[in-house]
């Protein structure tokens, strides 16, 4: 079974530019979420999707940050225009079902932003 | 604020020895533990989930639960150099959204 894919793996940006992430969950989970880890910290929940509709976003920077998933599958997320604390490392995690659910991450996208 | 803590470490055990990763959370209704592991420049990899009261055994793990004391551990047995990483302790479930913990560094030493 294959596992989360994501892409890029790396990214350097200059603050202000945008920036897009990708994400494919494994097949047949209906839930996405996306997350943020600062060196040194737990993972952060920025957005939770199940399947098409969207569960959580309670801390997603909503002025900068963006999500989306259509059809239920990929998702994409993306900052505009980012900031130096913006530089992390952002990964991608699917389940079955709910949050209640195990998550598999996939290999996460560094962000560093100068 | 829904909290989960961990004591960040490093702990530091001998190889063979039994290693001790303790968390703590806030919200009484959660209902879903898991634990973590992350190496050094790695995403997090699930090691076991525990959804109720007691023990929960996997291979060298053992991951405990005390939903009345709020507290789930993981202890991990015969631990060896390959088991050093970080450890991270997640919570969810009662309608809420996962939270991490900060996770716990354990180093064994050979």
């Known amino acids: 079974e294959a596992g989360v894919a994501q892409s890029p793996r790396y990214k350097i940006i200059e603050k202000r530019q945008s920036v897009a992430f990708w994400c494919n969950p494994i097949?047949?989970?209906?839930?996405l979420y996306w997350y943020q880890q600062i060196l040194g910290q737990g993972p952060k929940l920025l957005i939770q999707f199940q399947n098409n509709g969207v569960v959580d976003d309670s801390q997603l920077p909503k002025d900068r940050f963006s999500a989306e998933r259509l059809k239920g599958v990929d998702s994409t997320l993306k900052i505009q225009p980012a900031k130096l604390e913006d530089s992390a490392v952002y990964l991608c995690?699917?389940?079955?079902?709910?949050?209640?659910?195990?998550?598999?991450f996939g290999p996460g996208t560094r962000l560093t932003v100068t | 604020q829904k909290e989960v803590e961990q004591n960040s470490g490093p702990l530091s055990v001998p190889e063979g020895a039994i290693a001790s990763l303790n968390c703590t959370y806030s919200d009484r209704v959660s209902q879903s533990f898991f634990w973590y592991r992350q190496y050094s420049g790695k995403s997090p990899e699930l090691i076991m989930s525990i959804y109720s009261n007691g023990d929960k055994e996997d291979g060298r793990f053992t991951a405990q639960l005390n939903k009345a004391s709020q507290y789930v551990s993981l202890l991990i047995r015969d631990s060896q150099p390959s088991d050093s990483a970080t450890y991270l302790c997640?919570?969810?479930?009662?309608?809420?959204?996962?939270?991490f913990g900060a996770g716990t560094r354990l180093f064994v030493k050979a």
């Open positions: 997640a919570v969810s479930g009662g309608g809420f959204k996962t939270i």
């Open positions: 097949s047949g989970h209906a839930t």
């Open positions: 995690a699917s389940s079955l079902g709910s949050s209640d659910d195990e998550q598999y």
